[in-house]
Each structure stands twice: as structure tokens, then as C-alpha cells.
């Protein structure tokens, strides 16, 4: 058995494809426990003069259950290389309805 070591990374021309990107949490209980940070959501807006950047992420736990929230700035993510990769977050379609 031989097992294929792959060294080229696809690293992410645009922010929309890193939405699925997996990074492991730096620093306190998230990272001692293997949690990760998964993009969920890349943002470009404008606020009268105001642009801001980013990505929407959940924290999810070493058992795959969702553990926390967070936004980052655009950069927070710009020299890291992800672990792993999400699919099918393109595809979720969530209906917001009035109570």
C-alpha cells in the first residue's frame, strides 16, 4: 500500500471560494479540545463611506456539532491554508419567516 501525499494546495482566488475552507482553532479551549472554524459565508459591503470585508464562520466541535458563531476580517485568513474542505454550503437555502 502506498499512500499519495498531494502537495499542491488549491489555495482560494476570491473570497467566495473559501465558503466550506476548515481551519483549526488557534489558542484556548477550542484548540485544546480540536475544534475548527468552517467559512460559512464571504461578505462585501458598503456602508455609506464605509467598506468591510469577511467571513462568517461556526465553530464546530471534535463531535461535528456547531459550538459557537464568529465574523473575521477579510485578512484574518490570508496566510492560512486550510485542513479540510466543506461541500454543499453553496447549496443550503435557509427561509426566514416572520413569527
Given amino acids: 500500500m502506498k499512500i499519495d501525499i498531494q502537495t499542491e494546495i488549491p489555495l482560494a482566488g476570491c473570497p467566495a471560494e473559501m465558503v466550506g475552507n476548515v481551519y ?18 464571504a461578505y462585501d459591503k458598503v456602508h455609506g463611506c464605509c467598506r468591510y470585508s469577511g467571513y462568517c464562520t461556526v465553530t464546530v466541535d471534535s463531535d461535528g456539532d456547531i459550538v459557537g458563531a464568529n465574523n473575521y ?19 443550503v437555502h435557509l427561509v426566514m419567516r416572520s413569527l
Fill in 73 to 91: 476580517a477579510q485578512h484574518y485568513f490570508d496566510n492560512k491554508i486550510p485542513m479540510a474542505k466543506v461541500d454543499g454550503l453553496h447549496d
Fill in 24 to 41: 483549526p482553532v488557534r489558542g484556548g479551549f477550542g484548540a485544546r479540545n480540536g475544534h475548527v472554524h468552517v467559512i460559512i459565508s
